[in-house]
């Protein structure tokens, strides 16, 4: 089962890209917002990376294959 801890990183990574978007995008900087939008997207898949391979390893482990 999913840690609470995990819900709160991703939570917390989704608020603080989403905020400095909507200040680079006030700022005329539409580009550096797409780009630190695509970074936070990376940034939470790797978080939840993890998180899939132990997924991945108890379905295994359950089926037997």
Known sequence: ????DI???VGGV???V???C???SKAGRDEQS????ITGMIII???LAAEMGELISRLREVFGL
Do not use: P
């Open 45 to 47: 898949f790797l978080l």
């Open 18 to 20: 989403a905020v400095i």
């Open 1 to 4: 089962m999913i840690g609470i």
């Open 22 to 24: 909507q200040v680079l």
């Open 7 to 9: 819900v709160l990183k």
């Open 14 to 16: 989704g608020m603080i």
């Open 34 to 37: 797409t780009l630190v939008s």
